[in-house]
């Protein structure tokens, strides 16, 4: 005979978390057991909370996490107003809710275009296309007009300047760490979740979906802005240079990625063997 059966689910339910299946997971099965609950006339309310401000684990993830989040389009929630906001639910007799300050424009900026949900775009505002994210170092809406008005002999140039201000955003380097333009990405920390926020930062800035094996399969700097000048069809633009001649760029797991479509069965044996020989590379692939 409760009065009141409340569950604190995650909005990682509704729109998913980089890294976090599980949790999405979780949380999921909390909403169907409120649904599961109400559906035999049982009190229930499950509610997708966003990132709390104040306290909570989202707070507890310090300055760093809370600017990814606001990069992201994500706001937080003040505890008056997440508590004020469970009242209202509670009084409204909700079943399943999401209580979330969202700047839905710069959310919805890491879809490929016309990739957008049906539902978010909706949330958005209907009919208003989503506005690119604004990037830092020159990478903002409207970075690739500022290309195309360029001359072509400097194109190349501020593609590459673009793509290592994003490198470097993402990998949370200031301007006085050196970054090589040849430097192997994944060599300076770089994750597979940050190459997906890479790679949607450039597909933002290019307006044009790209592939998510884009940093495994060119984990430079200088060889994505090639990658990238090639598919822009830039004048002084080319390809990645040729591969050493077993076809794989380097010794690392980007490498292998990279150049294993190109090497036959007994190639791929015999660098393995290598490989296995050689524990330097354990650290990288850990």
């Not at 057991?33 to 006339?41: E, H, I, M, V």
């Not at 839905?104 to 958005?124: K, N």
């Not at 495994?216 to 994505?224: A, C, I, Q, S």
């Amino acid at each position: 005979p409760l009065d009141f059966f409340v569950l604190f689910s995650s909005v990682a339910s509704l729109l998913g978390t980089r890294g976090q299946a599980n949790y999405a997971a979780a949380n999921a099965f909390l909403d169907a057991l409120a649904r599961s609950r109400r559906a035999r006339g049982l009190p229930a309310l499950s509610v997708q909370w966003g990132p709390w401000g104040e306290v909570g684990m989202a707070a507890a993830g310090g300055e760093a996490a809370a600017r990814r989040r606001a990069e992201e389009g994500y706001g937080e929630i003040a505890t008056a107003e997440g508590l004020g906001a469970l009242e209202s639910l509670l009084s409204a007799g909700a079943e399943c809710a999401a209580v979330l300050p969202m700047r839905w424009p710069r959310y919805l900026s890491r879809f490929a275009p016309g990739a957008v949900p049906p539902l978010l775009e909706h949330l958005a505002g209907e009919g208003s296309p989503a506005a690119p994210r604004q990037h830092t170092n020159g990478g903002g809406p409207s970075f690739l007009r500022r290309l195309e008005a360029a001359p072509a002999a400097r194109r190349p140039e501020l593609l590459e300047e673009h793509v290592l201000a994003q490198t470097r955003a993402v990998l949370s380097l200031d301007g006085s760490y050196p970054l090589a333009p040849s430097q192997r990405l994944f060599e300076l920390g770089m994750d597979s979740l940050m190459a997906v926020e890479l790679r949607t930062r450039l597909q933002a800035s290019l307006e044009r979906p790209l592939p998510a094996t884009l940093l495994f399969e060119h984990p430079t700097v200088e060889g994505l802005s090639r990658h990238l000048g090639a598919e822009l069809g830039l004048d002084g633009a080319a390809e990645e240079t040729a591969p050493a001649e077993d076809g794989l760029v380097g010794d690392d797991g980007a490498g292998l990625l990279a150049g294993i479509r190109e090497l036959s069965e007994e190639q791929v044996d015999a660098r393995l063997a290598t490989l296995l020989n050689d524990t330097s590379w354990e650290d990288d692939w850990t």
